[in-house]
């Protein structure tokens, strides 16, 4: 909601909606509360859709093999890089690096 003045009236305006309510001379107090919904991040199965993905040349922290599947997910911030998430061609592991 947000107080709108015409003339020498005062109104309580629904930013979604636009629904007017008119104030009579009451005292209101108009706080705002934002919640913090938590983000999920999702990782695909060991198996979904896995063929479609690009490949490219990064050695696996957990095997050592040099080819691996990769995707991009912006996970934080919009003003902040994307997430690459790889996952190793030979055993499945998946690791991910913070642009």
């Excluded at 930013?15 to 005292?27: G, H, P, R």
């Excluded at 108009?30 to 040349?57: C, F, H, W, Y």
């Amino acid at each position: 909601m947000k107080v709108e003045k015409k003339r020498k009236h005062t109104f309580l305006v629904c930013k979604k909606c636009n629904k007017k309510i008119k104030l009579k001379k009451e005292k209101v107090t108009i706080s705002e509360s934002i919640r913090n919904q938590k983000k999920e991040i999702v990782i695909m199965g060991k198996d979904e859709g896995i063929a479609e993905l690009p490949k490219t040349k990064i050695m696996c922290p957990k095997c050592g093999n040099s080819e691996a599947y990769w995707w991009m997910q912006q996970t934080r911030a919009a003003d902040e890089p994307p997430t690459i998430f790889y996952r190793c061609t030979k055993c499945g592991y998946s690791w991910r690096y913070y642009g």
